[in-house]
């Protein structure tokens, strides 16, 4: 049965702090790998990574993706009040059909 | 707005009672997807379809749920006698056909079952 394990599973940093947020999976073929974030109800997309070594960057946030290793970390630099959510990561498996297997999520408080 | 648009965004309903929820996609998202999320826990995938036609069903979704798309526009998901354990946050998510993993997600309809 195809795994996301996210870690840790919460979080709690102050402003300006750098966190990063792991995710490790075992699927039977993988496709690609998802990072969202979940605010209070819809996740929003952030980044999707299918090769390994490429770094996916959009502000203070990046990611990349090991398929030697089977893991993904997303980085978030100069942490703001605005970060504090849920982020999830999913991972398609082409055995799978059309459907995520999300993680449980990782949930980060960012003080001031 | 041209999210993904769900309906209602709260319901509670008393054990063995039927609900129906609805789901907008984005207009020009010919896939559609309905995840289920409750506290804690990642979504789980529940349905898919591509246009009209559904394609695949988790075996989550028992027979007391089932799901449609009229048309290839809006779905509807119906839980049948529901149960507590129905209770959950059911998440509607559209994708175009170019990047299919690019979810946009609804802001769910939460469910309570009393």
């Known amino acids: 049965e195809d795994k996301v394990v996210q870690s840790p599973l919460s979080l709690v940093v102050h402003e300006g702090d750098t966190v990063t947020l792991n995710c490790s999976y075992e699927?039977?073929?993988?496709?690609?790998l998802l990072w969202y974030k979940q605010e209070k109800k819809a996740p929003t997309f952030l980044f999707m990574l299918?090769?390994?070594?490429i770094e996916k960057k959009s502000g203070r946030l990046s990611s990349i993706l090991d398929k030697k290793e089977l893991f993904s970390i997303l980085n978030i630099t100069a942490t703001q009040t605005g970060d504090s959510a849920v982020y999830l990561c999913a991972v398609g498996d082409s055995n799978s059909g059309y459907a995520l297997n999300f993680g449980k999520g990782t949930s980060l408080l960012v003080t001031p | 707005d041209t999210g993904v648009s769900q309906n209602p965004r709260h319901k509670i309903t008393k054990r063995g009672q039927n609900v129906t929820f609805r789901c907008d996609p984005i207009s020009e998202h010919n896939r559609l997807y309905w995840y289920r999320q409750t506290l804690g826990q990642g979504p789980e995938f529940l349905t898919y379809f591509q246009n009209e036609a559904q394609l695949e069903k988790s075996r989550l979704l028992s027979d007391r749920f089932s799901a449609e798309r009229p048309k290839g526009s809006f779905s509807t998901l119906e839980i049948q006698r529901t149960e507590q354990g129905d209770s959950a946050m059911y998440l509607c998510?559209?994708?175009?056909?170019?990047?299919?993993?690019?979810?946009?997600f609804g802001s769910g309809t939460q469910l309570s079952v009393l």
């Open positions: 998510a559209s994708s175009s056909g170019q990047i299919t993993e690019k979810l946009f």
């Open positions: 299918t090769s390994s070594g």
């Open positions: 699927v039977t073929n993988f496709r690609s």
